[in-house]
């Protein structure tokens, strides 16, 4: 639930600032450029055990903090992808026709970047589910009795020998997400892939 929020979070505020910074070719895109460099020169973790000693613990500070800290990895590529779009001749058709700008970045621009969205969705997902795994092994996400996979693999290394299943099941549950939401991510990104060669042809 905290990696599935913060993943809407991080792309809503990303998928606005990357076409906001597409669109401005003025003092706008260079602070919208500055910030996201400055975001993604520190590591997620790094971010999130300084938020979450800010904020406190608990779901919504939790999927606040993964949320804000990595929505300028999203922000980045649909700038990159913003600019090659708003490139295109049916997006000048419509600046020459008068359409107002949030029309064309929501009608024209939007649905080119959406399978870029949904790919970078897939896999930030994992993304965060690995950082909140981490942060509830550390003792800095979840509560303590919440049914977090972190909390379950913190709480297992006392049994590791007893009982080693304790420790497996979690990081099993967890490595195998991780692996269903990349292999998904690399199925969109085929899938976007063949749509656009059928396109073109």
Same mark, same amino acid.
């Given at each position: 639930?905290? &990696?599935?929020?913060? =993943?809407?979070?991080?792309? =809503?505020?990303? =998928? ?7 669109? +401005? ?5 260079? &602070?919208?450029?500055? =910030?996201?460099?400055?975001?993604? $020169?520190? *590591? ?11 904020? @406190?613990?608990?779901?919504? *500070?939790?999927?606040?903090?993964? @949320? ?8 980045? #590529? ?14 000048? $058709? ?14 024209? #621009?939007? *649905? ?13 997902? &994992? ?15 979840? *509560?303590?009795?919440?049914? %977090? ?9 006392? +049994? ?26 690399? @199925? #969109?990104?085929?899938? %976007?892939?063949?749509? $656009?060669? &059928? #396109?073109?042809?």
């Amino acid at each position: 639930g905290i &990696a599935g929020c913060a =993943t809407i979070i991080l792309a =809503t505020i990303g =998928t606005l600032v990357g076409l906001v910074g597409a669109w +401005y070719e003025n003092w706008v895109r260079t &602070a919208v450029l500055l =910030t996201i460099s400055t975001f993604i $020169a520190f *590591p997620f973790l790094v971010l999130a055990l300084i938020m979450v000693a800010i904020i @406190g613990r608990g779901f919504w *500070p939790i999927t606040l903090t993964l @949320g804000l800290i990595a929505w300028p990895v999203v922000a980045r #590529v649909i700038y990159a992808e913003g600019r090659g779009i708003l490139r295109r001749e049916y997006v000048l $058709a419509a600046k020459l026709f008068g359409v107002s700008k949030w029309s064309i970045l929501f009608v024209h #621009v939007l *649905p080119g970047i959406r399978p870029t969205i949904l790919v970078m969705a897939a896999f930030l997902f &994992a993304v965060m589910l690995i950082i909140e795994s981490a942060l509830s092994f550390l003792g800095l996400g979840a *509560p303590l009795n919440a049914p %977090s996979w972190g909390n379950m693999l913190s709480d297992s290394r006392q +049994y590791l020998i007893q009982a080693p299943w304790m420790m497996f099941v979690p990081a099993g549950a967890i490595v195998s997400s991780v692996i269903s939401l990349n292999l998904i991510s690399d @199925g #969109v990104a085929e899938i %976007s892939r063949m749509r $656009a060669r &059928a #396109v073109e042809v």
